[in-house]
């Protein structure tokens, strides 16, 4: 099952905030709610996230009455500005929302009608490449995964972080159904657990051989010389290659230098984000603090305990090994090859 899909005129996502303890889909009637689900996470990872705007869009068209294409374009517009506040750092969000509001302005509709069929096709297309492009990811990255390697993994990238197969996770499924034997540890990803709860159900359907770490226990497994290869996702790529991804990857950047391991950031191209130089131009998205104290209702300290949420950190360019993209790996200088990659070159 895909993790965001469209059905007869309503949007259905999994929802992730029961897995692993339940496969829920819930169905989703207005772009609001769309918008809503990518605030409190029922649909989180970028690429999963900027499906689920397309979607949005074309939800907002679905269930528009406007009576003009003008009409329906201004609601549009306004429909955007909603699925772009939703959550600020995947980039994958504007992209998408600004793919869709670029159908949605191209001259010559005739009807309203037409331009909700238009909307639709865009978004569904925007899935199908998803899924397509994380396999592309997939055979280039699983390269660099030999038999017996242990490889370190940060939240979620999978199946449920994009439409379907994954990005840095993809490449471990690419390695796994090219028949390699290797082991992968799962940082846990405090506070909302996106690598105990997401990562790990998905690995044990793949079969992929797994343990989950406290995020704390990263350098002990490196320092030991057990871990071979780091991957993580990407939020936001900067044109530099500095990139923001979820909290936590930084510290296993710097862990990763200094044990001499390669770390690679796994991304589609519509992650990354030309309009800006650096990752000082990221903006990071500061969550609920509950959701340290108090993770899926579950009290870990009194209440009214003080506590900070960032959601993501920005990793410089000088600690990757490379960026895997779908048309290859992108390596520094990271602002030559990352316009070649927006071009579509192969890397
Ligand atoms: O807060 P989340 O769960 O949306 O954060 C997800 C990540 O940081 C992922 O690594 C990133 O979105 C890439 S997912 C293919």
Redesign the pocket.
């Known amino acids: 099952m895909r993790t965001v899909f469209w059905a007869d005129g309503v949007v259905r996502m999994i929802d992730q905030k029961q897995i692993p303890w339940a496969l829920e889909v819930v169905d989703l009637h207005d772009h609001h709610a769309v918008a809503a689900a990518i605030t409190d996470?029922t649909v989180?990872?970028?690429?999963a996230?900027g499906a689920s705007a397309a979607f949005g869009m074309a939800l907002a068209a679905h269930t528009s009455g406007a009576q003009t294409v003008a009409e329906l374009q201004a609601e549009l517009n306004g429909a955007g500005a909603v699925l772009k506040a939703a959550r600020p750092t995947?980039v994958n969000l504007m992209w998408a929302v600004d793919l869709m509001l670029g159908i949605a302005h191209r001259p010559g509709y005739a009807s309203p009608a037409g331009l909700k069929v238009a909307l639709l096709t865009e978004a569904q297309r925007v899935a199908d490449d998803d899924v397509a492009v994380n396999q592309r990811i997939g055979a280039h990255g699983q390269t660099l995964i030999q038999p017996g390697d242990t490889v370190l993994h940060?939240?979620?990238?999978g199946a449920l972080?994009?439409v379907d197969y994954?990005?840095?996770l993809g490449v471990i499924r690419a390695a796994h159904e090219a028949g390699k034997a290797f082991h992968v540890l799962l940082d846990e990803t405090r506070p909302?657990l996106?690598g105990a709860r997401l990562s790990a159900w998905e690995l044990e359907q793949l079969g992929v051989s797994y343990d989950i770490l406290p995020d704390t226990a990263a350098g002990f497994y490196m320092q030991r010389g057990e871990i071979k290869l780091v991957l993580?996702?990407?939020?936001r790529i900067a044109s530099n290659g500095d990139f923001a991804?979820?909290i936590g990857t930084y510290q296993i950047a710097v862990l990763a230098k200094e044990n001499g391991i390669p770390f690679y950031c796994v991304?589609p191209t519509s992650t990354i984000d030309p309009a800006i130089a650096s990752g000082a131009d990221i903006p990071i998205e500061e969550r609920d603090p509950a959701e340290v104290t108090t993770p899926y209702d579950t009290p870990l300290v009194p209440a009214h305990f003080k506590a900070r949420n960032p959601?993501?950190d920005v990793t410089p360019y000088r600690y990757l090994s490379g960026i895997i993209t779908e048309h290859g790996i992108a390596r520094a200088p990271f602002t030559e090859s990352l316009k070649k990659a927006l071009a579509g070159e192969t890397l």
């Not at 940060?154 to 990238?157: D, G, K, P, Q, R």
Request: hydrophobic share 40%; with cysteine; proline share 4%.
């Open positions: 996470m989180r990872g970028a690429p996230i995947a940060h939240c979620n990238t972080a994009t994954g990005t840095a909302r996106q993580v996702g990407a939020d991804n979820k991304a959601a993501f």
